[in-house]
C-alpha cells in the first residue's frame, strides 16, 4: 500500500525552526521527484521546495529561500524540510508530494508560526 506520512509540524515562534519528514512506503523512492508544498488558510497550494531523484538538485520558491532547505535519504525512503527563521506568514498545512509518471501525496502536517 502506497504512503506518505508527514510528521514533524507544530507551534513555533517567529524565528524559530522546525524539521519536516515525509517517509514514504509501497514505492520505489529513489525514482520519484520529491517536493513540499503548502496551503494556508484561504488560499490555493504553493509549491515550496523540489529535490530530484538523486537529491543533486533542489529548487525553492522564492520566498523560502535562504531559509529553507529540502534534502532526501533515498536509503530511508525519507524527504525532509529544514524551515528556519520561521515567519507567521509560514503558517500553513505542509503537505509532501512524490512525483514519478503518477502523483502521491501525503496527508499533511500543520505547522504555526505564531507568538
Known amino acids: 500500500q502506497l504512503q506518505l506520512v508527514e510528521s514533524g509540524g507544530g507551534l513555533v515562534q517567529p524565528g524559530g525552526s522546525l524539521r519536516l519528514s515525509c517517509t514514504a512506503s509501497?514505492?520505489?523512492?529513489?525514482?520519484?521527484?520529491m517536493s513540499w508544498h503548502r496551503q494556508a488558510p484561504g488560499k490555493e497550494r504553493e509549491l515550496v521546495a523540489i529535490i530530484n531523484s538523486a537529491g543533486g538538485s533542489t529548487n525553492y520558491a522564492d520566498s523560502v529561500k535562504g531559509r529553507f532547505t529540502i534534502s532526501r535519504d533515498n536509503a530511508k525512503n525519507t524527504v525532509y524540510l529544514q524551515m528556519n527563521s520561521l515567519k507567521p506568514e509560514d503558517t500553513a498545512v505542509y503537505y509532501c508530494?512524490?512525483?514519478?509518471?503518477?502523483?502521491?501525496w501525503g496527508q499533511g502536517t500543520q505547522v504555526t508560526v505564531s507568538s
Open positions: 509501497g514505492l520505489i523512492f529513489s525514482r520519484y521527484v
Open positions: 508530494k512524490a512525483q514519478s509518471a503518477f502523483a502521491y
